[in-house]
C-alpha cells in the first residue's frame, strides 16, 4: 500500500483531549520541553488551563490544597498564582498599617505565625499572641499568660515556649528541680490539655540515675511533630564530654518517645546543636555538618539518610521560616481563600554563621539552600558523607553581611533588611525570588542572577573563597528608606501575603525618665500587604 494512503495512527493524531491527558501526567519540566520542540504539543499546552495550571504550581514550588477551590475555575485559578507572583515583585512598601505593640523592655523572644504576633518573655516568664489585622474568615487568638501561668509546676523553671496558631497549640519546656525535663501540651484559646494529644504532658526518655542539668534548650514542632534539643552538663564531666541530645514525639499518638539523637557538643560552642523539619517525615540536625534523617517511623530511632560536609566548620543556626507545610489539613485555622501551600521539597532553608575578628562580631555569613538535595537521594548516600563540592555549589548563594543585618525566608522567597551607606543609620528592604518560574513571572521587574559569586567565608582560624550559582530574581526597594535614628530594626517576617517590619522604640525603652529599663515601650509593627 502506498505511503500516502495508511491511517495515520501515530502519537500526534491523538484527539487534543488525550494528548492533554498524557501530558499531564509528566513532570512540568517535561511538559515545557515537550512543548517547545513541537507544534501540536504547544497548541495543546496554550489551549489547556489544566496544563497551564500545573506548570505554574510546579514551577512556583507550590503544591495544591484539595478540595479548597472546587468552586473556583481552573482558569481563575491559573491567574491568581500568576498574579500574586507578580505583585512580590511591585510590592508597594509605602502602603502599610501599624500595628502598636506594648510589651516588656528586653524581651526578645517573638515570631510572627499563622497571622498571629507570639512572644514569650525568657526574664518575666509572661507570654502572649494575638492576631495581626485578621481577615473576616481568619480565626483568631489573643490571651496572655501572666508569670507562673504558663507552667504551675513546683519548683520548676521555663526552658521554651512553642506557640502554633494553625494547630491551637502551645508547648511549654521545662525543668524541674534543675534536673528532670518535661513538655506540657495546651490550647491556645483556654485552658486544660489540647484536645488532639496523646496527654498532658510529653516525657523524656532518660534512664540515668543521676539526671545531668540542661543549660540550653530549643523547642520546635511542625504538624505532628515536636522536638526538643539541648546541652547537657554535668559537673562531673569533662568540657569534651558535654552533649547534646534531641527528642522527638508524635504528641497526638504518645506521651513517651524512643526516638532520639545525641552527640558530643563542640567545644566552642555554648549552645545545643539546631534542627529544622523538612516536611513531615525528615528532620536535618545541624552541626558542623548537615545530616538528614528519616523520621517516618517514630518507633524507632530516626535513620541516618546522608550527611552533608560543609567547607569549613562553622557554627550554624537555621532561620525559622513562617511553615505553611501540612497546615491544610487542620480544621482549627484554615484560611478559605488559600489554594496551595509550599512544596516541602523544594523550598529554602537558611543557615546562618557569624564571623569573628579579635574576639568581636563582625559579619554574618548566610547560606540559602534549596531543599531539593535533600530528597533528590540515592539509596547508598547514607553510606559515606558528602563533599561540599558535589551538592553545595549548585544548590546554594552564600552571602556575606554586616553582623546587625535582618533575614526571612518563606518558601522560595528570601526578604533581607541591608543597610545603606557605611553609617547604619538607614536600611532598605532587598526580596529574592528564588522558584525556577520567578524569572516570567516577574514581567520586566527585577533583576534575574544566574551568573556564579564567590563569597569569602571564615571561622575559627578557617577561611575559604566559595562559588555558588543557585539562580533566583532579586529586587531592591530603594525608594523607602527606613530610617534608624529613633528607632531600632528589631526583627521582619515574610509570609504568604505580607510582609512584616517591628521597629522597637529604644529611646523610650532606655531614657523614659526609668533608668532600670521598667518602661514599656510601644513598638511598631508594619504590615505591608502583597
Given at each position: 500500500m502506498?505511503?500516502?494512503?495508511q491511517?495515520?495512527t501515530?502519537f500526534?493524531s491523538?484527539?487534543?483531549?488525550?494528548?492533554?491527558?498524557?501530558?499531564s501526567?509528566?513532570?512540568?519540566?517535561d511538559?515545557?520541553?515537550c512543548?517547545?520542540?513541537c507544534?501540536?504539543?504547544?497548541q495543546?499546552y496554550?489551549s489547556s488551563?489544566?496544563?497551564?495550571?500545573?506548570?505554574?504550581i510546579?514551577g512556583?514550588?507550590l503544591l495544591a490544597?484539595?478540595?479548597?477551590?472546587?468552586?473556583i475555575?481552573?482558569s481563575?485559578r491559573?491567574?491568581?498564582?500568576?498574579?500574586?507572583?507578580?505583585a512580590?515583585f511591585k510590592v508597594d512598601?509605602h502602603s502599610?498599617?501599624?500595628?502598636?505593640?506594648?510589651?516588656?523592655p528586653l524581651?526578645r523572644?517573638n515570631i510572627?505565625?499563622?497571622g498571629h504576633f507570639?512572644?514569650w518573655?525568657?526574664?518575666e516568664?509572661?507570654a502572649?499572641?494575638?492576631?495581626?489585622?485578621?481577615?473576616?474568615?481568619?480565626?483568631?487568638?489573643?490571651?496572655?499568660w501572666?508569670?507562673?501561668?504558663?507552667?504551675?509546676?513546683?519548683h520548676?523553671?521555663?526552658l521554651?515556649?512553642?506557640?502554633?496558631?494553625a494547630q491551637?497549640?502551645?508547648?511549654?519546656?521545662?525543668?524541674?528541680?534543675r534536673?528532670?525535663?518535661y513538655?506540657?501540651l495546651?490550647?491556645?484559646d483556654?485552658?486544660g490539655?489540647?484536645?488532639?494529644?496523646a496527654?498532658e504532658?510529653l516525657?523524656l526518655?532518660?534512664?540515668s540515675?543521676?539526671?545531668?542539668?540542661?543549660t540550653?534548650?530549643?523547642?520546635?514542632?511542625?504538624?505532628?511533630?515536636i522536638?526538643?534539643?539541648?546541652r547537657?552538663d554535668d559537673?562531673?564531666?569533662t568540657?569534651?564530654?558535654?552533649?547534646?541530645q534531641?527528642?522527638?514525639?508524635d504528641?497526638?499518638?504518645?506521651?513517651?518517645?524512643s526516638s532520639?539523637?545525641?552527640?558530643?557538643?563542640?567545644n566552642?560552642?555554648?549552645?545545643?546543636?539546631d534542627?529544622?523539619?523538612?516536611g513531615n517525615?525528615?528532620?536535618?540536625v545541624i552541626?558542623?555538618?548537615?545530616n538528614?534523617?528519616?523520621?517516618?517511623?517514630m518507633?524507632?530511632?530516626?535513620?541516618?539518610?546522608?550527611?552533608?560536609?560543609?567547607p569549613?566548620?562553622?557554627?550554624?543556626?537555621?532561620?525559622?521560616?513562617?511553615d505553611?507545610?501540612?497546615?491544610s489539613?487542620?480544621?482549627?485555622?484554615?484560611?478559605?481563600?488559600?489554594?496551595?501551600?509550599?512544596?516541602?521539597?523544594?523550598r529554602?532553608?537558611?543557615?546562618?554563621?557569624?564571623?569573628?575578628r579579635?574576639?568581636?562580631?563582625f559579619?554574618?555569613?548566610?547560606?540559602?539552600?534549596?531543599?531539593?538535595?535533600?530528597f533528590?537521594?540515592?539509596?547508598?548516600?547514607?553510606a559515606?558523607?558528602?563533599?561540599?563540592?558535589h551538592?553545595g555549589p549548585?544548590?546554594?548563594?552564600?552571602f556575606?553581611?554586616?553582623?546587625?543585618?535582618?533575614i526571612?525566608?518563606?518558601g522560595?522567597r528570601v526578604l533581607?533588611?541591608?543597610?545603606?551607606?557605611?553609617?547604619n543609620?538607614?536600611?532598605?528592604?532587598?526580596?529574592?525570588?528564588?522558584s525556577p518560574?520567578?524569572v516570567?513571572n516577574?514581567?520586566?521587574l527585577?533583576?534575574v542572577?544566574?551568573?556564579?559569586?564567590?563569597?569569602y567565608?571564615?571561622a575559627?582560624?578557617f577561611?575559604?573563597?566559595?562559588?555558588t550559582s543557585?539562580p533566583?530574581v532579586?529586587?531592591l526597594?530603594?525608594d523607602r528608606k527606613?530610617?534608624?535614628a529613633?528607632s531600632?530594626?528589631?526583627?521582619?517576617?515574610?509570609?504568604?501575603?505580607?510582609?512584616y517590619?517591628?521597629?522597637?522604640?529604644?529611646?523610650?525603652?532606655?531614657f523614659?525618665?526609668?533608668?532600670?529599663?521598667?518602661?514599656?515601650?510601644i513598638?511598631?509593627?508594619e504590615?505591608?500587604?502583597?
Open positions: 502506498d505511503n500516502e494512503m491511517p495515520q501515530g500526534l491523538l484527539a487534543e483531549e488525550l494528548l492533554f491527558y498524557i501530558l501526567f509528566l513532570p512540568y519540566r511538559i515545557l520541553r512543548t517547545s520542540v507544534r501540536t504539543l504547544r495543546t496554550l488551563s489544566e496544563l497551564q495550571y500545573i506548570v505554574e510546579s512556583q514550588q490544597i484539595p478540595n479548597t477551590d472546587n468552586n475555575p481552573i481563575k491559573l491567574q491568581l498564582l500568576r498574579d500574586k507572583a507578580h512580590w512598601i502599610f498599617e501599624t500595628v502598636s505593640i506594648t510589651r516588656a524581651s523572644e510572627v505565625a499563622g507570639c512572644l518573655n525568657t526574664h516568664d509572661t502572649m499572641i494575638f492576631p495581626i489585622l485578621p481577615k473576616p474568615s481568619q480565626q483568631s487568638i489573643q490571651r496572655n501572666l508569670p507562673g501561668t504558663l507552667c504551675s509546676v513546683p520548676s523553671y521555663n521554651d515556649v512553642f506557640m502554633d496558631p491551637n497549640l502551645i508547648a511549654v519546656a521545662y525543668v524541674v528541680h534536673k528532670t525535663v513538655i506540657n495546651g490550647a491556645l483556654g485552658d490539655v489540647h484536645p488532639q494529644a496527654g504532658r516525657f526518655l532518660d534512664d540515675e543521676n539526671h545531668p542539668e540542661t540550653n534548650a530549643k523547642l520546635k514542632g511542625f504538624g505532628r511533630h522536638a526538643l534539643s539541648r547537657l559537673e562531673n564531666w568540657s569534651s564530654d558535654k552533649v547534646w534531641l527528642q522527638i514525639w504528641w497526638k499518638y504518645s506521651t513517651t518517645s532520639i539523637l545525641s552527640g558530643a557538643v563542640p566552642r560552642s555554648g549552645a545545643a546543636i534542627f529544622c523539619f523538612l517525615n525528615r528532620l536535618l552541626t558542623d555538618s548537615l538528614l534523617y528519616s523520621i517516618e517511623n518507633s524507632q530511632m530516626p535513620e541516618l539518610l546522608a550527611c552533608f560536609l560543609m569549613i566548620p562553622l557554627m550554624l543556626r537555621c532561620l525559622s521560616p513562617i505553611d507545610i501540612g497546615y489539613s487542620q480544621p482549627y485555622m484554615q484560611a478559605q481563600a488559600t489554594m496551595c501551600i509550599s512544596d516541602p521539597t523544594h529554602l532553608i537558611c543557615l546562618t554563621a557569624l564571623s569573628t579579635a574576639g568581636l562580631f559579619s554574618t555569613q548566610v547560606f540559602i539552600i534549596s531543599t531539593r538535595i535533600f533528590d537521594l540515592n539509596e547508598m548516600v547514607a559515606t558523607p558528602i563533599p561540599w563540592q551538592w549548585s544548590n546554594t548563594r552564600i556575606r553581611h554586616p553582623f546587625h543585618f535582618k526571612h525566608i518563606n522560595n533581607q533588611a541591608l543597610p545603606v551607606g557605611t553609617r543609620s538607614q536600611f532598605m528592604l532587598h526580596l529574592m525570588d528564588f518560574l520567578a516570567t516577574r514581567r520586566g527585577g533583576r542572577v544566574k551568573e556564579p559569586s564567590t563569597t567565608i571564615s575559627g582560624g577561611g575559604e573563597s566559595l562559588t543557585l533566583y532579586q529586587v526597594f530603594s527606613f530610617d534608624c529613633d531600632e530594626l528589631e526583627d521582619m517576617w515574610i509570609d504568604k501575603e505580607r510582609i517590619v517591628l521597629n522597637a522604640d529604644v529611646e523610650r525603652a532606655m523614659d525618665g526609668d533608668p532600670n529599663f521598667l518602661t514599656s515601650p513598638d511598631t509593627l504590615v505591608i500587604d502583597v
